[in-house]
């Protein structure tokens, strides 16, 4: 994988972003914080939302919007994979529309940061700047990188199994979750999810090992 300063339409990236604050600040405290997150990242793919966010949430027929924007491909990124964590965001994104990427995550954090701000009677940025973007190059890259955001949550030891983490598209690629679903990857995961369960698990100690030598080295 190489940085690129150009986001290109048709391109994959890993996606990343931090807060702002103190290390260990963290922005998601409850699961309606999770949660407002998943349906941000859903909401805004549209290419022209049709309304506020916040009249969004109001609507009771949520689903029929999505459903139509989505028979459109009117969207600004296709999502492949994600895991929300409590101090960041791993996204992979394919860019559908010119600066599709920019303009969605510039949505997304811009949205959270408000909905965050208000909530908990701060001010001021949350994120640490401009979002990270890496360039996944090959299908094989894709898949590991999949591998690695699911795990994240184990080798942090919030939870035993990537599938207890609800806040993640683990459940989706192993099937577990079909509704309500936020990506896209039955082009790119040429595996049955069974197998992805199998090839998920089998990294789970060694990126946990890989953790505690990064961190005594970074001391």
């Given at each position: ?86 101090t960041h965001i791993h996204l992979v994104l394919k ?125």
């Amino acid at each position: 994988m190489k940085n690129r300063a150009v986001l290109v339409d048709g391109g994959i990236y890993h996606v990343f972003t931090f807060t702002r604050s103190i290390s260990g600040f963290v922005i998601f405290r409850t699961d309606s914080d999770y949660e407002r997150m998943r349906s941000q990242l859903r909401y805004y793919r549209m290419v022209n939302p049709p309304m506020r966010f916040s009249h969004f949430l109001e609507i009771k027929d949520k689903e029929s919007i999505h459903q139509r924007f989505s028979e459109n491909k009117e969207h600004l990124v296709e999502i492949m994979a994600y895991c929300l964590m409590p101090t960041h965001i791993h996204l992979v994104l394919k860019q559908s529309k010119g600066a599709g990427i920019s303009r969605f995550m510039s949505k997304v954090l811009n949205s959270y940061t408000r909905y965050f701000n208000n909530k908990n009677k701060r001010r001021g940025p949350l994120w640490e700047g401009r979002f990270k973007s890496v360039m996944v190059e090959t299908d094989e890259q894709l898949l590991h990188l999949t591998r690695y955001l699911h795990l994240n949550p184990t080798t942090s030891r919030l939870i035993r199994s990537p599938e207890d983490w609800k806040y993640s598209s683990y459940r989706e690629f192993t099937e577990e979750v079909k509704e309500d679903s936020l990506c896209m990857n039955s082009e790119y995961l040429n595996m049955s999810s069974g197998d992805y369960r199998e090839f998920v698990m089998s990294r789970k100690e060694y990126q946990h090992e890989l953790a505690k030598i990064k961190h005594v080295c970074l001391g």
